[in-house]
């Protein structure tokens, strides 16, 4: 899905979630910024690794507060998890892959 309906869902489910208008704001600048730092068009681009190098470059930056960095964090969690659905790439990933060994209980 392109870029501009990504941040429409994100805000049907911040709705949804009966965030307030300021964490939706915040939250939709940090995925805004997300995108425009790893050059996201299309939710086809978005790769996990993505969101671990967005989160250890803005550690790296001394102006970001630990605040900030935590905001930054839940919401690219949120964006994978509520509008991507999916909570971890490399997961579905590791579990499709042929040979990979899974014990089952």
């Known amino acids: 899905m392109r870029k501009s309906?990504?941040?429409?869902?994100?805000?049907?489910e911040?709705?949804?979630?009966?965030?307030?208008?300021?964490?939706?704001?915040m939250m939709i600048n940090w995925v805004k910024k997300f995108f425009e730092?790893?050059?996201?068009v299309h939710s086809s681009q978005i790769r996990?690794?993505?969101?671990?190098?967005?989160?250890?470059?803005l550690r790296k930056k001394e102006e970001i507060s630990y605040d900030d960095l935590l905001q930054a964090k839940s919401s690219i969690l949120f964006l994978f998890e509520k509008v991507l659905k999916q909570a971890d790439l490399?997961?579905?990933v590791?579990?499709?892959?042929?040979?990979a060994f899974r014990i089952t209980a």
Do not use: C, H, Y
């Open 37 to 40: 730092e790893m050059s996201i």
């Open 14 to 25: 911040l709705r949804r979630k009966q965030s307030s208008f300021s964490t939706e704001r």
């Open 90 to 92: 490399s997961k579905s």
């Open 48 to 57: 996990d690794w993505q969101k671990e190098m967005f989160l250890s470059d």
């Open 94 to 99: 590791a579990e499709n892959e042929p040979g």
């Open 5 to 12: 309906l990504m941040l429409s869902n994100l805000r049907v």
